[in-house]
């Protein structure tokens, strides 16, 4: 279940002690059947996962813009 998590680097930035206030989206998307993959697929599947993951992260949610990532 490929889960991407959005903002969170506002609330918690990187070798931080402390973590601030803020709104932190999570997007659960579709389930992967893996099933098919194979060892001469493998890389080829993870970089499509890659990309998803990718364009989720340009859609801001709740905004329906894009944002950089």
């Known amino acids: 279940m490929p889960v991407v998590i959005h903002n969170a680097g506002r609330a918690l930035w990187r070798n931080a002690l402390v973590v601030?206030?803020?709104?932190?989206?999570?997007?659960?998307?579709?389930?992967?059947?893996?099933?098919?993959?194979?060892?001469?697929?493998?890389?080829n599947e993870v970089a499509s996962l890659h990309r998803r993951y990718l364009d989720t992260l340009d859609r801001r949610p709740g905004t329906g813009s894009t944002g950089a990532h």
């Open 20 to 43: 601030r206030p803020g709104t932190i989206d999570v997007t659960i998307l579709d389930p992967i059947d893996t099933s098919s993959w194979t060892v001469e697929t493998l890389d």
